[in-house]
């Protein structure tokens, strides 16, 4: 399985065009559309953050995190919906979210099924996650 995700071992990270252009081009290279800069050193660091670009053909399935366990999105380029469901997995809310406009950020705690989904050809988004990041254990989906 290929990677979808770079970590980033330098002292200091800038985002700059460049980075961005490359983070797209891996991430309509790789088959479900998305890849990230993980500006954390591995998943079991206290913080994972990440830059992460995808693609409006991306597929990312509701899920939720353990409660103790927030997440937030802040936009840099395009715009991403996140859809909010309840148990029954019925849209109860949607948030959408722009780097152009506001709102441009949003943060949930853990235990709330969410979705996010690119509504622009490309978002790239900052991704800040409380770690360690266990998949098995982290991720739980709809």
């Given at each position: 399985?290929v990677?979808?995700?770079i970590?980033?071992?330098d002292e ?6 460049e ?6 081009s ?23 953050e990440?830059?992460?670009a995808?693609?409006?053909?991306t597929n990312i399935?509701?899920?939720?995190h ?23 997995k ?5 948030i ?11 943060r949930?705690q853990?235990?709330?099924?969410h ?5 622009s ?18 991720v739980?989906?709809?």
């Amino acid at each position: 399985m290929v990677s979808n995700s770079i970590y980033i071992k330098d002292e200091i990270f800038v985002l700059d065009k460049e980075k961005i252009k490359i983070l797209k081009s891996k991430a309509f290279q790789s088959n479900n559309k998305r890849f990230r800069y993980c500006l954390h050193k591995n998943n079991s660091e206290k913080v994972n953050e990440m830059i992460i670009a995808a693609h409006i053909s991306t597929n990312i399935p509701p899920h939720r995190h353990p409660i103790n366990k927030p997440e937030s999105y802040y936009i840099i380029e395009g715009k991403l919906r996140v859809n909010l469901f309840n148990k029954q997995k019925k849209i109860i809310q949607f948030i959408d979210l722009s780097a152009d406009n506001y709102p441009k950020m949003y943060r949930i705690q853990g235990n709330i099924w969410h979705q996010p989904v690119p509504i622009s050809e490309w978002v790239i988004y900052h991704e800040v996650y409380t770690g360690p990041f266990i998949k098995e254990e982290d991720v739980e989906y709809l």
